[in-house]
C-alpha cells in the first residue's frame, strides 16, 4: 500500500520557521517525482518544490524560491521541506505528492487547480500549518 504521510505541521507566528516530513512508502523514490503541495481553506491547490528523483534534480515555483527548500533522506524513505520566514498567507494543509511524470510541469509552472483530488498518482492528507500575524 502507498503512503505519503506528511507530518510536522501546526501554529508558527510570521516570520517563524517550520520543517515538515513526507514519509513515503510502497513505491521507489528512483522511479517518481515526489513534490510539496499546499492548499489554503477555499482556495487552490499550490504545487511548490519537487525533487525528481530519477536524476536528482530540484525545482521551485516562483511564489516560495528564497524561504522554502527541499530535501530528502532516501535511506528513510522520506522528503523535508523547510519553511523559513514564513507569512499568514502560507496557512494551509501541506501534502506530498508523488507522479511518475506529472510533478515536475506542475512545479516548474507553478500549477494551481481547483478540486479534491490532485492531478498525481499518489498523495497523502497533508498537514495543517497555521501562520498568525
Known amino acids: 500500500d502507498v503512503q505519503l504521510q506528511a507530518s510536522g505541521g501546526g501554529s508558527v507566528q510570521a516570520g517563524g520557521s517550520l520543517t515538515l516530513s513526507c514519509a513515503a512508502s510502497?513505491?521507489?523514490?528512483?522511479?517518481?517525482?515526489v513534490g510539496w503541495f499546499r492548499r489554503a481553506s477555499g482556495q487552490d491547490h499550490e504545487a511548490l518544490l519537487c525533487?525528481?528523483?530519477?536524476?536528482?534534480?530540484?525545482y521551485q515555483a516562483d511564489s516560495v524560491k528564497g524561504r522554502f527548500t527541499i530535501s530528502s533522506d532516501n535511506a528513510k524513505k522520506t522528503v523535508y521541506l523547510q519553511m523559513n520566514n514564513l507569512k499568514p498567507e502560507d496557512t494551509a494543509v501541506y501534502y506530498c505528492?508523488?507522479?511518475?511524470?506529472?510533478?515536475?510541469?506542475?512545479?516548474?509552472?507553478?500549477?494551481?487547480?481547483?478540486?479534491?483530488?490532485?492531478?498525481?498518482?499518489?498523495w497523502g492528507q497533508g498537514t495543517l500549518v497555521t501562520v498568525s500575524s
Open positions: 505528492a508523488a507522479d511518475r511524470y506529472a510533478v515536475v510541469p506542475m512545479v516548474q509552472r507553478g500549477t494551481r487547480w481547483r478540486g479534491t483530488s490532485p492531478p498525481t498518482e499518489y
Open positions: 510502497g513505491f521507489t523514490f528512483d522511479d517518481y517525482e
Open positions: 525533487i525528481n528523483f530519477n536524476d536528482g534534480n530540484i
